[in-house]
């Protein structure tokens, strides 16, 4: 099958900084949190070069960042040729081994005419077997970003000013997935679940071919590693600039 480009890595509007935790506390907590090594990366309260256009202008707008893998196609007349995960390519006939659980996300979402006739598409892969499956999914699922974009946008984002005090306290208690309670309200649950996070889109300065997406997820905020000690943190952070690339 044909090889497409990986999908762009997306940065923080804040800069990120490395701290290292206490090391009795990473040997307690560290796996339930996922962390690999005992440091963390944090956001702090300083805005990442070229990013401003995050916090002051009116066209930016968030939606939910689902908790998947990053699966991309391209299609040409209603026939599948390109399909792979970030820079994998996926054989959709190899069927009796390999990602099998990528195959079926894919063609439950074509069933459900989530993928187009013609062209590239790039979307989140999310099921039981994606990242501890935190919606609760029997099957597997691919969920393209051009309809999280219409379907999982935060509509009052643009009630509050963007400050790094009003996200942290947004993401903290506020930030419910929109994804999960779609699907709890088709089930008569009430029950809410966190986003990872949220992305930022912003569509004009994609038509001016400028940076046009950003991201920023729950774990980079210090109060996620909930009993575990990060000394020399503070919001404010160092006079330093680490490389922004080097972060997830």
């Not at 959709?92 to 439950?108: D, K, Y």
Request: glycine share 8%.
């Amino acid at each position: 099958m044909e090889a497409l480009s990986d999908f762009p890595k997306l940065q923080c509007p804040f800069l990120r900084q490395t701290f290292v935790v206490d090391q009795d506390d990473f040997r307690r907590r560290g796996r339930v949190l996922n962390l690999r090594k005992p440091e963390v990366y944090l956001v702090v309260e300083r805005i990442n070069p070229g990013y401003d256009w995050v916090f002051d202008d009116p066209d930016t707008f968030a939606v939910e960042k689902l908790d998947g893998t990053n699966i991309k196609i391209k299609t040409e007349q209603g026939r599948l040729v390109a399909f792979q995960n970030r820079k994998n390519v996926i054989d959709p006939l190899q069927i009796l081994s390999g990602n099998t659980h990528l195959i079926e996300g894919l063609f439950r979402s074509i069933g459900k005419g989530y993928v187009k006739p013609d062209g590239e598409q790039a979307g989140e892969l999310i099921g039981p077997k994606v990242n501890g499956n935190p919606y609760r999914l029997d099957l597997h699922e691919w969920y393209p970003f051009d309809k999280a974009i219409t379907d999982l946008r935060y509509r009052s984002f643009h009630e509050h000013e963007r400050t790094f005090d009003n996200w942290s306290a947004w993401f903290k208690e506020w930030l419910h997935s929109r994804y999960f309670t779609r699907i709890a309200s088709k089930k008569g649950i009430s029950e809410k679940i966190f986003a990872e996070g949220v992305v930022f889109y912003n569509l004009k300065r994609q038509e001016e071919g400028t940076t046009w997406m950003a991201k920023l997820r729950r774990d980079m905020f210090a109060w996620y590693y909930d009993g575990i000690a990060i000394p020399g943190y503070t919001t404010h952070g160092r006079d330093e600039v680490e490389d922004q690339d080097g972060f997830d």
